[in-house]
């Protein structure tokens, strides 16, 4: 009965005394009229734990899906894009979100998409990793300044915990081939009417 009781006592403290993670909070899907996709802000509330590192949060992120469309953490290519998305999921709420770029040891920056790197919108001074050998992973952050900006970038270790994710969904309407032979036909057709026409 003794044992019984301490091992009840004990089970007890490791319930109590363990850290309890809590779920990541998911927010609303949104539809952004600029790239036609979706976007989501996921939250991972409390204490940061492994799961939102770079990586996880990017594995967790390819796990989603809406609308029968897989997710991926977002990429930015454009300044609309970028202010589209910090206006939309929650402005400040965005700071320490994890984001699509990523730079490997004395590589150059590129997104998990494979879409060219072609807009930038560093907070003044970053990136600053530039001279390390070492992987590096992009982020909404404003460098710690006593005035936060939401919206601009930051590099920093993968493996930091950070307060969660930003996911988009490529949701743009894709044309179906039989929708483009007809559009080519229409376009030919036009094109030899006016010819016709013009030989009236």
Request: glycine fraction near 8%; hydrophobic fraction near 40%.
């Amino acid at each position: 009965m003794k044992q019984l009781f301490t091992s009840l006592a004990l089970l007890g403290f490791l319930c109590f005394s363990l850290p309890i993670e809590a779920a990541p909070v998911y927010g609303p899907i949104i539809y952004c009229p600029i790239t036609e996709n979706h976007y989501q802000r996921v939250d991972f509330p409390g204490e940061s734990t492994w799961e939102s590192e770079w990586t996880a949060s990017k594995n967790h992120a390819e796990q989603m899906s809406y609308v029968g469309v897989f997710g991926h953490m977002a990429t930015i290519t454009s300044q609309e894009e970028n202010w589209w998305i910090v206006d939309n999921l929650g402005g400040a709420l965005t700071l320490d979100h994890w984001l699509g770029g990523y730079r490997e040891a004395a590589g150059g920056w590129q997104w998990i998409t494979g879409e060219p790197w072609v807009y930038t919108n560093w907070f003044p001074g970053e990136p600053n990793s530039e001279t390390d050998n070492a992987p590096y992973a992009l982020q909404f952050d404003d460098a710690e300044t006593a005035s936060p900006v939401p919206g601009y970038w930051n590099d920093i270790s993968p493996s930091t915990f950070e307060d969660g994710f930003i996911v988009e969904y490529e949701t743009k309407p894709v044309p179906e081939p039989s929708t483009i032979l007809l559009i080519a036909s229409g376009l030919i057709g036009f094109a030899g009417f006016r010819r016709k026409f013009r030989n009236l």
